[in-house]
């Protein structure tokens, strides 16, 4: 990237795809500033279950694309999973096929096989990925942030000409839906159940083609992270006890050891869903450059820097 092209760049947003992307462009010259409404803690990315697979995001060939540089760049960062957050965990796809991996997946997953009886109960794929702990990974991208000369505010952008700086890239994720404003752009809510870990070492992922329900169960030391519901256009963020309930059943489905698991916390995220991502260049009103990097649905872990990245090249190209 030419630095000198580059200049003051205002990134709206703090989720992971702020962040990932303020990130990049900092450290290839930027001088970067975060306008967030809210820490990193209390958005949407910190509720995500953060295991590295496209779930709910178009289409389908950049979200691979983009999703395969992520993952070269999370197989580094798992090499330091204190500081990161980021590990390298086997567990269950669940009623996923070859085909759904082959061509664009499988070259890069050693150890990519079909799940034994003893290792989940249906048909699916035994894999190792990227597990990211989102209570360490957020906090160490804003670090990596302010060590590369960023910085982050606590500031709301009523509309994106407000900042005052040479280019803007618009991360806003749910937010865009009135910034923009970009009515496509809708809250597909998910929950999840926080409980004790009694033991479980991989993770699975379990998806019922009947009802479409996807139940995962993902360990992070002490903790599980059971999951999940996908309620469109469900802008409650407020836990629902039936919902959790049927979470946990679902789940001591696959472990029978989770039913008698203690609940230690239970959390909502609203993902910011649209028919695709939008990740393009244009401009405002006054002739600065705006960069659109958000719709990403239920995997902007999964491809952030990957979009990060494109953003990047889309900025000076």
Do not use: F, K
């Not at 404003?181 to 083609?209: F, M």
């Not at 039936?242 to 029978?256: F, H, N, T």
């Amino acid at each position: 990237m030419e630095t000198e092209r580059v200049g003051d760049v205002v990134v709206v947003g703090g989720g992971v795809i702020g962040l990932t992307t303020a990130v990049v462009l900092a450290e290839r010259g930027a001088r970067v500033r975060v306008w967030t409404r809210e820490p990193a803690e209390r958005t949407t990315s910190a509720v995500a279950g953060a295991l590295w697979w496209p779930y709910r995001i178009e289409p389908p060939a950049a979200v691979r694309a983009w999703a395969l540089h992520s993952l070269d760049v999370y197989e580094e960062l798992a090499g330091r999973p204190e500081r990161t957050g980021v590990r390298l965990v086997e567990g269950v796809l669940g009623e996923t096929g070859w085909d759904e991996v082959d061509g664009w997946a499988a070259a890069r997953l050693p150890g990519l096989r079909a799940a034994t009886a003893a290792e989940y109960r249906g048909s699916g794929l035994w894999a190792r990925l990227p597990l990211i702990d989102m209570s360490i990974h957020l906090p160490w991208l804003r670090e990596r942030l302010t060590a590369a000369g960023g910085t982050v505010e606590t500031r709301t952008a009523r509309r994106l000409g407000e900042p005052d700086a040479p280019a803007v890239v618009n991360c806003a994720g749910l937010g865009a839906r009135t910034l923009v404003p970009d009515p496509s752009v809708r809250p597909v809510r998910g929950q999840l159940v926080i409980v004790e870990n009694p033991g479980i070492r991989t993770w699975a992922v379990s998806a019922d083609p009947a009802s479409g329900e996807t139940t995962y169960v993902l360990p992070h030391g002490d903790r599980l992270l059971l999951g999940g519901t996908a309620e469109e256009d469900a802008w409650s963020p407020e836990p629902d006890p039936a919902q959790a309930a049927a979470i946990v059943r679902r789940c001591a489905a696959l472990w029978p050891e989770i039913a008698g698991a203690r609940v230690l916390d239970h959390r909502v995220g609203l993902r910011p869903a649209r028919p695709s991502v939008r990740l393009e260049r244009t401009v405002l009103p006054d002739g600065r450059r705006l960069i659109h990097n958000y719709g990403h649905g239920g995997a902007g872990v999964t491809v952030a820097w990957g979009c990060a990245r494109e953003a990047a090249a889309l900025l000076t190209g």
